[in-house]
């Protein structure tokens, strides 16, 4: 980072804390062994950085001290956090590892980290370093906290910056023609350094009260990839049915959107997913009938699976029921399975509802809910996700 003056302290923090079933009597010799461990590492890791300022013990706790260059004290916090992170891992495995060959046994417990940066003055009186030090251990207290950290700057940054693209997968219709009906939008990161897939990014979100932000930006990147649906197509958009509760999820926007593209509501079928169940059907009741009322329509996705249940069918009485994996895989030779697509195809029908069979990868299975009536497929054998083409 250069030879700047600096204005910020940063301390990494990093403790052993031993598994419950070591003995009491060894823990002693363990911290020990830890000790020597560690102020070998930190020496050898940042004796020759200019930064480094020196480490210190408050009984079994260390703290390594930097100096900061000044800056924008968020952007530093993240560049600690990458630098204690790693560390953290590599010192956690090769403490383990050290301790194995010498004893013989497999070391129970984890290395707890923590970081923490804050505005330095000339004094650097005790009570500035017991502060920065206190903020380091609540950091580091809970198991994974610097790996939470690092990843809600991690999907702050993705929702901050959009760094999020879609794919289309289509949705063919299984009478008459085979011909593509619509397509449903799904979200891909382009980095996948903690989010491998979209289930592992909308499930921190919702962790972290950001699922409305990111919710609401895959619904911009669906609608903005998606240049030339024809007239009767539909764009299917996954949306979780908190989302629907939340008073800020406004129609508005997306209907605003969708002009600038061309396109209008009655292209758009809002896919209830459902990763946990509903709380209040009467609140999310009422929002659909505002959403039908301008041209949308709705289908609650993975019918057969998850939270998904009669009674969401029952009380948002939506336009499509796409059937889940699970229940598609083998259908033609699982009669169980053929009687469960039968009483909701019965049931469907019913209710004036068009039944999605979702996760066609064999002709058999496509065979079998041509025959079985459903209206429409979706699955590998028909297409793989993928950038928009009109003509899928």
Known sequence: MGNESSDLLGIIYLSWQFGSDEQSSSIPSLQERWRVF????????????????????????LFIQLRLPAGRQSTLEGWLLEVAHKHKKEWELQFKEELGKHSRRRLEGQLHAGIAVVAADSRMDGLLWYEVMKRAILHGQ?????????????????????????VYQPIVSLQPKGEVFGYEALTRTLDQTWFPGPMELFHFADQEGLNYSLDRLAREKAIEGCKTLKPKQKLFINVMAQIMEDPCFSPGKTLSLLEQHGLSPHHVVFEITERSSI?????????????????????????????????????????????????????HLDELKEHILYTLVQLADKMNISIIAE????????????????????????GRPAAFKSNF
Do not use: C
């Open 142 to 166: 809970s198991v994974g906290a610097m790996e939470r950290s690092l990843k809600r700057r991690a999907i702050e940054r993705l929702i901050r910056e959009r760094l999020i693209h879609t």
């Open 38 to 61: 560690a102020e070998r590492e930190t020496a050898a890791t940042f004796r020759n950085s200019q930064l480094y300022e020196g480490m210190q013990w408050m009984r079994d706790d």
């Open 279 to 331: 709380a209040d059907f009467g609140s999310v009741k009422k929002a659909l009938e505002h959403y039908r009322s301008q041209g949308y329509q709705i289908a609650i996705d993975d019918v057969g699976a998850g939270y998904s249940s009669l009674q969401s069918i029952v009380e948002l009485r939506p336009d499509y029921l796409k059937v889940d994996r699970s229940i598609i895989q083998n259908v």
């Open 359 to 382: 996760g066609i990868e064999l002709e058999e299975e496509l065979a079998k809910v041509r025959e079985m009536g459903i209206a429409y497929a979706q699955g590998y054998l028909l």
